[in-house]
Nanobody, 123 residues
Framework: QVQLVESGGGLVQAGGSLRLSCAFS????????VGWFRQAPEKGREFVAA????????SYPDSVKGRFTISRDNTKNTVYLQMNTLKPEDTAVYYC????????????????WGQGTQVTVSS
């Protein structure tokens, strides 16, 4: 059973930066992908980024490409999401999720989820 705990959310002005952390435990091996998703009020959950813990391969949607960077530190069992040039439309609850095997961008492929952390970007 994989456990995930997010941290690092908060309130930031437009144009600012935040770094989210996802501490994970309980996995067996490194053939796992960890992703970030977000959900704004009254909207569906949206894929933000993913990284494979073994290969370091990453994936982003166009909406955040060039502004967000996902990385992992396997020695600390932590995945980070560096968010730069934040916009009010980035306001959402950000969730960390994990799955065994390859990177996917669909939330249904991820088996394990954290509780989420709120990110609010003021204009």
């Amino acid at each position: 059973q994989v456990q995930l705990v997010e941290s690092g959310g908060g309130l930031v002005q437009a144009g600012g930066s935040l770094r989210l952390s996802c501490a994970f435990s309980g996995r067996a091996g490194s053939n796992y992908a960890v992703g970030w998703f977000r959900q704004a009020p009254e909207k569906g959950r949206e894929f933000v980024a993913a990284v494979h813990l073994s290969t370091g391969s990453t994936s982003y949607p166009d909406s955040v490409k060039g502004r967000f960077t996902i990385s992992r530190d396997n020695t600390k069992n932590t995945v980070y999401l560096q968010m730069n040039t934040l916009k009010p439309e980035d306001t959402a609850v950000y969730y960390c999720a994990a799955k065994s095997g390859s990177i996917y961008s669909t939330q249904s492929a991820f088996n394990y989820w954290g509780q989420g952390t709120q990110v609010t970007v003021s204009s």
